[in-house]
């Protein structure tokens, strides 16, 4: 008899529990406060993390959600997106995001070089802020030569900044009266990881999120050949990439994202159904932002101190510009 592994283990069951509870108090209070329930449940999971309420039996639940929870959401955020949608961004809206990409990773790369900070802390924290955060630091951390400490600066940066754009941006989006579409640009160009820029979006509008993932979808799916690249030229240079396991083409949860897309343009979903999914979608995206934020420590945070932490700011700073010059290209 052939076992099948279930989707959720003991481990992390304790801990999903958790985030289910806190997802439902996340929607109560977005009714009462007129907020996204995103942006309650980054909120939650940042004073979870920092008030010991999250005990270590928690944690593989949290990170379960973070991970797994998030990109089904993902995948359901596309059922909003309809061809004519995608049809806008065109040729010349791809070619800019693939242009904000390219300067992000070198430029902050640059800027390390003259912070005197090592190379591969530089290749790191440039792919996290270019491409999508934390799990693009992951799979760059293999050909960076950098060493643990160096790879747990970098994933500290990227989560720290990609949470306080969930803050700061709007805020900039409302100084510059952005249209909705034009800050979905924005954050989708300039946030790291794919909950930031959906908790960013939404902070500004709902109506934001659609063009928000849309972009950082396409800067998603750069990360394979970003990766393939720098193991190429590691190669040439004779550095050691023996057994490194390359990321898929394609992450399979932007398939799905791309499915759904498609699904969407048959017009074989109700209205009904829509709604329904719109619901789950915003379900498992405050899930992942709960998890997201149970993983921002402030006493972790600050042990990055110094340059490192002027490096991420800096390099914050750099990619925002860029994204904020491509928004009014884009959109």
């Excluded at 929607?27 to 329930?37: C, G, I, K, M």
């Excluded at 809206?93 to 005197?116: C, D, K």
């Excluded at 090592?118 to 790191?124: H, M």
């Excluded at 902070?203 to 190429?232: D, F, H, N, Q």
Aim: charged letters at 15%.
């Amino acid at each position: 008899m052939v076992s099948v592994r279930s989707p959720i283990t003991r481990a992390e069951a304790p801990g999903l529990a958790i985030v289910v509870a806190c997802v439902a108090v996340a929607f109560v209070a977005s009714e009462l406060v007129d907020v996204s329930p995103l942006v309650v449940g980054v909120v939650l999971g940042v004073v979870a993390a920092n008030t010991g309420s999250i005990r270590p039996s928690y944690r593989p639940g949290f990170t379960f959600a973070a991970r797994r929870l998030l990109r089904i959401g993902v995948v359901l955020l596309g059922l909003r997106l309809s061809l004519d949608q995608i049809g806008a961004l065109g040729v010349f809206g791809a070619l800019t995001v693939v242009g904000v990409v390219i300067l992000t990773f070198i430029a902050v790369q640059g800027f390390a070089m003259a912070l005197g900070l090592s190379p591969g802390l530089g290749l790191l924290t440039a792919t996290g802020f270019s491409i999508c955060g934390a799990s693009a630091v992951a799979a760059m951390e293999p050909l960076s030569g950098a060493d643990e400490e160096e790879t747990a600066y970098a994933i500290g940066l990227v989560t720290l900044c990609g949470t306080l754009s969930i803050a700061v941006l709007p805020l900039v989006g409302q100084a510059l009266d952005m249209g909705v579409e034009q800050f979905g640009a924005f954050a989708g160009a300039g946030v790291h990881d794919v909950g930031q820029v959906t908790a960013t979006a939404s902070a500004y509008s709902e109506e934001s999120l659609p063009e928000a993932t849309l972009v950082k979808l396409t800067r998603v799916i750069l990360l394979a050949p970003m990766v393939a690249g720098v193991g190429l030229w590691r190669r040439r240079a004779a550095l050691p990439v023996e057994g490194v396991k390359r990321p898929p083409i394609v992450p399979l949860f932007v398939v799905g994202f791309l499915a759904a897309i498609a699904l969407r343009a048959t017009d074989l979903l109700s209205d009904g159904a829509l709604d329904i999914a719109r619901t789950g979608e915003q379900a498992f995206l405050t899930a992942g932002m709960l998890g997201l934020g149970a993983g921002v420590e402030f006493a972790r945070l600050r042990r990055l101190g110094g340059r490192p932490l002027v490096l991420g700011l800096g390099s914050w700073v750099i990619v925002a510009g860029l994204a904020l010059a491509a928004s009014y290209v884009i959109v």
